[in-house]
Protein backbone atom coordinates (compact mmCIF):
# COMPACT_ATOMS: atom_id res chain seq x y z
CA UNK A 1 0.00 0.00 0.00
CA UNK A 2 2.51 2.55 -1.30
CA UNK A 3 0.68 5.78 -0.59
CA UNK A 4 2.46 7.47 -3.82
CA UNK A 5 0.51 10.50 -4.31
CA UNK A 6 1.52 11.89 -0.53
CA UNK A 7 5.01 12.21 -2.12
CA UNK A 8 4.94 15.60 -1.71
CA UNK A 9 5.32 17.11 1.90
CA UNK A 10 2.22 19.64 1.42
CA UNK A 11 -0.21 20.77 -1.26
CA UNK A 12 -0.14 24.51 -1.45
CA UNK A 13 0.15 27.62 1.48
CA UNK A 14 -2.97 28.39 3.32
CA UNK A 15 -2.58 30.80 6.70
CA UNK A 16 -2.78 27.79 9.14
CA UNK A 17 -1.56 27.93 12.50
CA UNK A 18 -0.53 25.68 14.81
CA UNK A 19 -0.55 26.49 18.30
CA UNK A 20 1.77 24.90 20.61
CA UNK A 21 1.73 24.32 24.53
CA UNK A 22 2.81 27.40 25.54
CA UNK A 23 0.42 29.81 23.75
CA UNK A 24 -1.57 31.12 26.86
CA UNK A 25 1.97 31.76 28.56
CA UNK A 26 2.95 33.93 25.18
CA UNK A 27 -0.16 35.57 25.09
CA UNK A 28 0.06 36.70 28.27
CA UNK A 29 3.43 38.08 28.02
CA UNK A 30 2.58 39.65 24.77
CA UNK A 31 -0.29 41.56 26.55
CA UNK A 32 2.29 42.58 29.18
CA UNK A 33 4.77 43.72 26.60
CA UNK A 34 1.74 45.71 24.27
CA UNK A 35 1.24 47.99 27.16
CA UNK A 36 4.01 49.22 28.30
CA UNK A 37 5.55 52.44 26.97
CA UNK A 38 8.29 51.77 24.03
CA UNK A 39 11.98 52.73 24.52
CA UNK A 40 12.59 55.94 23.67
CA UNK A 41 15.41 54.73 20.87
CA UNK A 42 13.01 52.11 19.95
CA UNK A 43 11.91 51.48 16.23
CA UNK A 44 7.96 52.77 16.18
CA UNK A 45 6.87 50.19 14.01
CA UNK A 46 8.69 46.65 16.30
CA UNK A 47 6.10 44.33 17.68
CA UNK A 48 6.56 42.80 20.89
CA UNK A 49 9.01 39.73 20.17
CA UNK A 50 6.87 37.56 22.19
CA UNK A 51 3.82 37.67 19.90
CA UNK A 52 6.50 35.62 17.52
CA UNK A 53 5.62 32.58 19.70
CA UNK A 54 1.77 32.69 19.81
CA UNK A 55 1.32 30.97 16.61
CA UNK A 56 3.55 29.68 13.96
CA UNK A 57 2.87 29.07 9.99
CA UNK A 58 2.91 25.67 8.57
CA UNK A 59 2.10 24.45 5.69
CA UNK A 60 -0.96 22.00 5.41
CA UNK A 61 -0.21 18.00 4.74
CA UNK A 62 -1.33 16.06 1.60
CA UNK A 63 -5.09 14.54 1.76
CA UNK A 64 -3.26 11.28 0.27
CA UNK A 65 -5.21 8.61 -1.63
CA UNK A 66 -7.42 7.16 1.32
CA UNK A 67 -10.16 9.15 2.40
CA UNK A 68 -13.64 8.79 2.00
CA UNK A 69 -16.88 10.76 1.99
CA UNK A 70 -19.66 10.55 4.53
CA UNK A 71 -17.64 9.81 7.83
CA UNK A 72 -19.57 9.18 10.65
CA UNK A 73 -20.01 11.60 13.66
CA UNK A 74 -19.02 9.80 16.50
CA UNK A 75 -16.70 9.92 19.74
CA UNK A 76 -15.18 5.94 19.47
CA UNK A 77 -14.33 4.91 15.91
CA UNK A 78 -12.41 1.71 16.69
CA UNK A 79 -15.36 -1.12 15.66
CA UNK A 80 -13.85 -3.70 17.98
CA UNK A 81 -10.29 -3.23 16.06
CA UNK A 82 -7.51 -5.04 17.91
CA UNK A 83 -5.11 -2.90 18.94
CA UNK A 84 -3.84 -0.76 21.99
CA UNK A 85 -6.28 2.14 22.79
CA UNK A 86 -5.56 5.81 21.44
CA UNK A 87 -7.24 8.58 23.62
CA UNK A 88 -7.20 12.04 20.84
CA UNK A 89 -7.64 15.41 22.34
CA UNK A 90 -7.24 17.89 19.64
CA UNK A 91 -8.21 21.28 20.71
CA UNK A 92 -9.13 23.68 17.64
CA UNK A 93 -8.16 27.86 17.73
CA UNK A 94 -8.08 30.50 15.33
CA UNK A 95 -5.42 32.71 14.18
CA UNK A 96 -6.18 34.76 17.38
CA UNK A 97 -5.35 31.56 19.10
CA UNK A 98 -9.68 31.68 20.39
CA UNK A 99 -10.82 27.85 20.79
CA UNK A 100 -13.27 27.47 18.07
CA UNK A 101 -16.75 25.58 19.22
CA UNK A 102 -18.75 23.43 16.76
CA UNK A 103 -15.54 22.51 14.64
CA UNK A 104 -16.22 19.03 13.27
CA UNK A 105 -12.47 17.15 13.64
CA UNK A 106 -12.46 14.42 11.09
CA UNK A 107 -9.76 11.55 11.11
CA UNK A 108 -8.76 8.31 9.71
CA UNK A 109 -5.99 5.83 9.43
CA UNK A 110 -4.95 2.34 9.15
CA UNK A 111 -5.51 -0.51 11.60
CA UNK A 112 -2.45 -2.23 13.25
CA UNK A 113 -2.04 -4.15 10.21
CA UNK A 114 -1.96 -1.22 8.53
CA UNK A 115 -5.37 -1.44 6.63
CA UNK A 116 -7.64 1.38 5.81
CA UNK A 117 -10.84 0.56 5.89
CA UNK A 118 -12.24 0.93 2.12
CA UNK A 119 -9.15 -0.35 0.63
CA UNK A 120 -8.07 -3.40 2.86
CA UNK A 121 -5.58 -5.77 1.21
CA UNK A 122 -3.38 -2.76 -0.27
CA UNK A 123 -0.68 -3.98 2.42
CA UNK A 124 -1.33 -7.78 2.07
CA UNK A 125 -4.10 -9.09 4.27
CA UNK A 126 -7.05 -10.53 4.45
CA UNK A 127 -9.96 -9.42 6.42
CA UNK A 128 -13.59 -7.69 6.88
CA UNK A 129 -14.04 -4.28 5.14
CA UNK A 130 -16.90 -2.21 6.00
CA UNK A 131 -15.25 0.88 4.70
CA UNK A 132 -16.06 2.74 8.05
CA UNK A 133 -13.60 1.21 10.96
CA UNK A 134 -11.31 3.83 12.28
CA UNK A 135 -12.94 6.60 10.41
CA UNK A 136 -15.06 9.54 12.03
CA UNK A 137 -15.27 12.58 13.33
CA UNK A 138 -17.03 14.71 16.11
CA UNK A 139 -17.70 18.31 17.22
CA UNK A 140 -15.45 20.52 19.47
CA UNK A 141 -16.72 21.12 23.09
CA UNK A 142 -17.50 24.53 24.45
CA UNK A 143 -13.54 24.56 25.13
CA UNK A 144 -12.54 23.95 21.59
CA UNK A 145 -11.50 20.16 22.59
CA UNK A 146 -12.62 17.25 20.18
CA UNK A 147 -12.24 13.97 21.89
CA UNK A 148 -12.11 10.76 19.83
CA UNK A 149 -11.07 7.13 20.91
CA UNK A 150 -9.20 5.00 18.31
CA UNK A 151 -6.14 2.27 18.56
CA UNK A 152 -2.78 3.22 17.63
CA UNK A 153 -2.02 2.86 14.05
CA UNK A 154 -0.31 0.36 12.13
CA UNK A 155 2.01 1.03 9.36
CA UNK A 156 2.19 0.30 5.79
CA UNK A 157 4.68 0.30 3.09
CA UNK A 158 6.75 3.78 2.31
CA UNK A 159 5.15 5.75 5.23
CA UNK A 160 5.77 6.30 8.87
CA UNK A 161 3.02 5.60 11.72
CA UNK A 162 0.34 8.29 10.57
CA UNK A 163 -3.10 9.81 11.58
CA UNK A 164 -5.05 12.15 8.62
CA UNK A 165 -6.74 14.77 10.81
CA UNK A 166 -9.63 17.33 8.43
CA UNK A 167 -11.26 20.54 10.59
CA UNK A 168 -14.31 21.17 8.96
CA UNK A 169 -16.47 24.56 10.51
CA UNK A 170 -20.30 25.20 9.94
CA UNK A 171 -21.26 21.52 9.24
CA UNK A 172 -24.59 20.05 9.38
CA UNK A 173 -25.32 16.90 10.99
CA UNK A 174 -27.38 14.44 9.15
CA UNK A 175 -29.92 11.73 10.14
CA UNK A 176 -28.12 9.25 9.25
CA UNK A 177 -24.81 9.91 11.49
CA UNK A 178 -22.77 11.81 9.19
CA UNK A 179 -22.35 15.92 8.18
CA UNK A 180 -22.56 17.81 5.12
CA UNK A 181 -21.79 20.87 4.29
CA UNK A 182 -19.24 23.70 5.73
CA UNK A 183 -16.02 24.34 5.24
CA UNK A 184 -12.59 22.86 5.16
CA UNK A 185 -10.63 24.94 6.91
CA UNK A 186 -7.75 22.38 7.46
CA UNK A 187 -5.99 18.99 5.94
CA UNK A 188 -3.02 17.55 7.79
CA UNK A 189 -1.34 14.81 9.39
CA UNK A 190 -0.55 13.79 12.75
CA UNK A 191 2.83 12.58 13.56
CA UNK A 192 3.87 10.33 16.89
CA UNK A 193 7.48 9.96 18.82
CA UNK A 194 9.55 6.91 17.08
CA UNK A 195 10.20 6.18 20.85
CA UNK A 196 6.82 5.05 21.49
CA UNK A 197 6.18 3.51 18.18
CA UNK A 198 9.10 1.33 18.60
CA UNK A 199 7.65 -0.08 22.18
CA UNK A 200 4.34 -0.56 19.96
CA UNK A 201 5.95 -2.32 17.33
CA UNK A 202 6.64 -5.02 19.82
CA UNK A 203 3.25 -5.73 20.71
CA UNK A 204 0.79 -8.10 19.12
CA UNK A 205 -1.32 -7.75 17.05
CA UNK A 206 1.18 -5.06 14.93
CA UNK A 207 4.09 -7.42 15.87
CA UNK A 208 2.71 -9.62 13.37
CA UNK A 209 2.81 -6.89 10.66
CA UNK A 210 5.42 -8.15 8.67
CA UNK A 211 6.01 -4.80 6.48
CA UNK A 212 9.04 -3.35 6.62
CA UNK A 213 8.59 -0.05 9.14
CA UNK A 214 9.83 3.55 7.94
CA UNK A 215 10.67 5.65 10.72
CA UNK A 216 9.57 8.87 11.61
CA UNK A 217 13.02 10.37 9.95
CA UNK A 218 12.88 8.72 7.09
CA UNK A 219 9.40 9.75 6.26
CA UNK A 220 8.84 11.61 3.05
CA UNK A 221 5.85 13.76 4.42
CA UNK A 222 6.62 14.40 8.05
CA UNK A 223 9.64 17.39 8.08
CA UNK A 224 10.65 17.42 11.35
CA UNK A 225 8.71 20.47 12.72
CA UNK A 226 7.50 19.23 15.85
CA UNK A 227 4.23 20.22 17.28
CA UNK A 228 3.97 22.98 14.05
CA UNK A 229 4.08 20.05 11.79
CA UNK A 230 1.34 17.56 13.72
CA UNK A 231 3.70 15.97 16.28
CA UNK A 232 1.07 14.64 18.89
CA UNK A 233 2.28 14.95 22.83
CA UNK A 234 1.77 11.21 23.97
CA UNK A 235 1.86 9.73 27.18
CA UNK A 236 0.82 6.38 28.21
CA UNK A 237 2.02 2.89 27.44
CA UNK A 238 1.51 0.15 26.07
CA UNK A 239 -0.50 -1.60 28.88
CA UNK A 240 -2.52 1.15 30.17
CA UNK A 241 -3.07 3.07 26.66
CA UNK A 242 -1.79 6.35 25.38
CA UNK A 243 -3.66 9.87 25.27
CA UNK A 244 -2.34 12.30 22.29
CA UNK A 245 -2.73 15.99 22.30
CA UNK A 246 -2.38 18.38 19.85
CA UNK A 247 -3.64 22.36 19.60
CA UNK A 248 -4.47 22.78 15.91
CA UNK A 249 -4.76 26.43 14.96
CA UNK A 250 -6.58 26.90 11.65
CA UNK A 251 -7.52 30.69 9.53
CA UNK A 252 -11.39 30.32 9.82
Keep these: MTDTSEGARSVGRRTVLVATGTTAAALAVGAAVSTEAPAADAAPDLKPAAA?????????????????????????????????????AL?????????????????????????????????????????TFLRG??????????????????????????????????????????????????TGQL???????????KVSPYSTNTTT???????SIYDDGGATSGLLTVTGSTTAGYTGTLTLGVSS
Excluded at 170 to 175: E, H, I, K, W, Y
Excluded at 213 to 219: E, K, S
Design 137 to 186: GVLTNSSGVANITTIYPGWYRGRCIHIHVKVHTGVTLTSDGSFTGGRTVH
Design 91 to 131: TVVNSACTVIPNALVEVWHTDALGEYSGYVGNNGHNEADDG
Design 191 to 201: FINETITTAVA
Design 52 to 88: AAVCTLTEEMTEGPYYLDGALVRTDITEGKPGITFKL
Design 213 to 219: RTTLAQD
